[in-house]
DNA sequence: TATGAATGAGCCTTCATTCAT
DNA sequence: GATGAATGAAGGCTCATTCAT
């Protein structure tokens, strides 16, 4: 019998790839760096994927349905606005301290115009906005002219946005505790109030 | 007597540069085709520019430091903050409507780790910022919990955001109007308030 | 008990191994396209052959065997030339017809500099031509100028020439009939008389 | 004023280009040992042609012109067949002792099913043979059964068939003669008024 | 015996940069 | 000052081959 798959072995490659392209951007992210740190041939991701943009793509798209994922489950558990974004922001910081290279790479490629996300993606992010609104709307948590967008925007991008602002050291300020999380979570369920 | 310098030619690289970093990414803007389309050999901006990136990085500088200028003068001029943040908020959306390529590669390099501005101007930006700070705080539109770093996110990026989120299609509605505008505008104000 | 090899596996392998060169050409034709359009793994042939040159060069001796082999069946039942070269022809021309890419493989092939057949091969091609010759000679069919090599060009090399020529749709006529085969087998014989 | 474009260069990757056809093939010839062998940058031949094949097809049209060239030639001097199969066939046979690699590398790529000359080319060479024909019906060289076809066979492709045979040196017999050349000349003709 | 996961040399191509003119 | 011919390192990718199982 033939040998069996190593797991393991994609999962180094994917990881690398995410920090490479973080570290040097998509372009700067060559396959013969990924392949080396990854321990791997160089020939070995195409066994899996038709290229690099694909392997990109992919890795993308599982990091966004990531956080629907939690979102999803979230809209299940709880009814009250507050606590989804609460929790959910929460969700995004902790994959921040775990993974910064994950929350760096969304944040790269969510602002490249060579990567949009896919169209399923996209419509289901909608329908998610759509239905924080609908309890937002009930429990009187959110305004009558906030928007799906807004809600977005605030929800998802803002905290992605505060977290590399602080990475990047944008205001010296490094890092960031309880409290900013906190500070962060309270501005967004008031402005959604508006 | 000397030639004068055509300084029109290295404005018109420039300008070619943004559209092709936009369209084509970092990465596939050449500078064969920059030069190509802006009537220039490809060897010009060498005299000007070590290279690639100092062409890319300056832009990038400029950019910033041009709404930096517009924030500077309305600080000069308004004494309330709803002035500053509604006529720095249109003033972004004039750019966006009369040159969408310069606010998509100011979108597009704001969050690329490869490109992060020079320190001066990321010092500008934050004592401009805690000026609002210190306007909002005595009229009251200003909330004392919010950060200088709160006021960059809201009054710079967000509007960017929505923008780029609209010029990209993401929530199928293209383009913006006057409605838009005020609603984002709002959306800061009443935030900033908090 | 020792397992009975599996003599269809590399037959299978060898069938598609000639679609897959004519199809795409030497270089194109890939032993992971062939081991998988064969139903084989592709380490198989390595168990058979050194690598991919021998196994193609085995088929090309194969071909220009079976023709040989004809030749010499046809060289023991026929007293004259103008049957020997008429059923030759035919032969080559039902070759075509049934499996095109065989006709093909061997045009290829014959005419890379990368791909001589053995020196066997070509021995035994001249014996077979000479004993044309020795037929010939003694019953007047071939003039006393035609050599081995005039024998060969004509009766193996004019008739794949002209079945590649219609294959390729070169002027315009696709494939062929009766008519075209015997104008064919004509015009060797007449040239042998010469 | 910039550097003048150094025109023996890229000759030089032509002729090393055919030569390297000839010896390892087309897919064996890469553009680096091209490249190298020739004194010329990896990338040079890319400012002249798109590619590989865009390069080899380019010199395969131009070859095959060039015996259409002369053959145009012929048929306004001569007004007997014989004049211009005789002195076409010593031309070929002159390009062969001049540049035996561009021989080879017309015998080489006529055989590829990969390189179809283009349709102009193609209908030229018809017209041609069709000219031929006419003279030849009018003065009784050419048989009534004789197609355009048979005297692309015969004029064009039986004598580099010839030629190749001697240079792979198939029957033994190296190179070739005066005597060589009349003989398939003689060949051709009488086959011709068959 | 047969498999097919894994390799890595080598392919074609691009393009930022240099420098003779 | 300005040009653009020429470079060659580096990129993404393919695929014949190997070998643990």
New interface residues.
Partial sequence: M?RIIDISKMERVKETAIQMV???????ASIATIAKKAGVAEGYLYRFYKGKEELVVDLLCNKVNEIADELELLLQRCNRVADVVSLLVKKIFQIAENNPDHI?FL??L?????F?IGDRE?ERI?KLCREIKNIGSNSGEIGE?IT???I??LVN??PI??I??RI?N????KSWDNTDKE?II??II??LK?
Same sequence: chains 1, 2, 3, 4.
């Fill in positions: 033939a973080v570290e040097k951007g998509y372009g700067g760096k944040y790269v969510m602002h490249d115009y060579n949009k996209r909608f002219f799906e967008e807004d977005y925007m991008i803002f946005q505060f590399n602002l990047k944008f205001f010296g300020n500070h309270e501005i008031k402005t508006a």
